[in-house]
């Protein structure tokens, strides 16, 4: 089995179950569908819809969790054994901290449908969400709504992988980026910021910047990642590229794996950044390429404007 219906607050929606991520706890899920529930807003962990009844069986895993989650993603809390939801920026967390999370389900489509939902649940109190296996077991997840922009291309050693310029929501900032282009340089991991992808441009010096000549209006504020216009986020989500508009290391950073944020070192304090771009279509060779970074080391990169 790979998809499930999501139906929650009289509508339905489409989800894909994250068996290769997730092997163990997935397998779990899949076998214990249907399963229906009442899911409130969690008071600690922002936009985190926490099932307050216990509807999955006992689950053993080694999955490896995740400290962040991102709009759509359905997930086991190990610590209760019970299900949650994510609907926006959330971090699942008690009052001590976060707590570990292990990656379930994505929903696709329109995911700004859910989280009219999902901040609705505020208001309306306990809400039912049940999941139950697909009919339709052949056809993909629905894209996501599209965005209005010029593309561009992303090539990561031997994997390419296209994106649209978020050109309605960061429109200096995108303008910008699209005069610096084509780039080329080389990829490596963070160094304190999780699953997160940096971009080390060639004509950027020692610390491979590319810096921006931006409006502070866009590189100044932060408000949420799903509303009218976008600036700043603070959680990344993978599928994005974001800008850090830092004059010391400011440049492109990729989420192709999960979510995270980017933080200092030693300080800990986390840092926004102006999302720019979102992957489109296959991009799973790209992920690979991303996700064998650490071992593999550096890898070439190019940025390009793709032709209207």
Same mark, same amino acid.
């Given at each position: 089995?790979?998809? #499930?219906d999501?139906e ?8 894909e179950?994250?068996?290769?991520r997730?092997p163990?706890a997935?397998a779990?899920?899949?076998r214990?569908?249907p399963?229906?529930g009442?899911v409130?807003q969690?008071?600690?962990g ?5 099932f307050?009844?216990?509807?999955m069986p006992p689950?053993?895993t ?13 997930m ?5 054994n019970?299900?949650a939801a ?6 699942l967390?008690?009052?001590r901290g976060p ?17 009219r939902?999902g901040?609705?649940v505020?208001?309306?109190?306990a ?12 056809s ?6 599209p965005i209005r922009?010029r593309?561009i291309?992303i090539t990561l ?10 050109e309605?929501?960061s429109p200096q900032t995108?303008?910008?980026l699209?005069?610096?282009l084509p ?5 490596t991991?963070t160094i304190?910021s999780?699953p997160l ?9 020692v610390?491979g910047?590319t810096l921006?000549?931006?409006?502070a209006?866009?590189?100044g504020?932060?408000?949420q990642?799903?509303?009218?216009? #976008?600036y ?5 989500f ?7 508009p830092s004059p010391q290391?400011g440049g492109i ?5 999960e ?7 030693v300080?800990?304090g986390s840092t926004?950044l #102006?999302p720019v771009a979102?992957?489109?279509g296959?991009?799973s060779a ?7 970074i650490?071992?593999?080391g550096?890898?070439p990169?190019?940025i390009e404007?793709?032709?209207?």
């Amino acid at each position: 089995m790979r998809y #499930v219906d999501v139906e929650f607050a009289g509508e339905s929606f489409r989800a894909e179950i994250l068996t290769e991520r997730s092997p163990a706890a997935a397998a779990a899920f899949a076998r214990a569908l249907p399963l229906e529930g009442r899911v409130i807003q969690d008071c600690w962990g922002r936009d985190i819809l926490p099932f307050i009844d216990d509807v999955m069986p006992p689950v053993a895993t080694t999955d490896r969790p995740v400290y962040y989650q991102h709009p759509g993603l359905v997930m086991l809390d190990q610590s209760s054994n019970r299900l949650a939801a994510c609907f926006g920026i959330g971090r699942l967390q008690d009052a001590r901290g976060p707590l570990p999370a292990v990656p379930l389900a994505q929903i696709g489509g329109d995911l700004l449908a859910f989280e009219r939902l999902g901040r609705a649940v505020q208001f309306n109190g306990a809400t039912r969400m049940r999941f139950r296996a697909s009919a339709d077991q052949a056809s993909p997840l629905p894209p996501p709504p599209p965005i209005r922009g010029r593309r561009i291309a992303i090539t990561l050693g031997p994997a390419r992988a296209e994106a649209t310029l978020m050109e309605d929501t960061s429109p200096q900032t995108t303008a910008a980026l699209a005069d610096r282009l084509p780039a080329e340089g080389r990829a490596t991991n963070t160094i304190s910021s999780g699953p997160l992808t940096r971009f080390w441009n060639a004509a950027g010096g020692v610390e491979g910047t590319t810096l921006l000549e931006v409006d502070a209006k866009e590189t100044g504020r932060h408000i949420q990642a799903h509303g009218d216009r #976008v600036y700043q986020q603070i959680v990344l989500f993978p599928g994005y590229v974001y800008y850090f508009p830092s004059p010391q290391w400011g440049g492109i950073r990729i989420c192709a794996l999960e979510a995270t944020v980017m933080r200092g070192p030693v300080s800990g304090g986390s840092t926004a950044l #102006v999302p720019v771009a979102r992957l489109e279509g296959d991009w799973s060779a790209f992920r690979a390429q991303a996700a064998g970074i650490q071992v593999d080391g550096a890898k070439p990169m190019r940025i390009e404007l793709l032709a209207p």
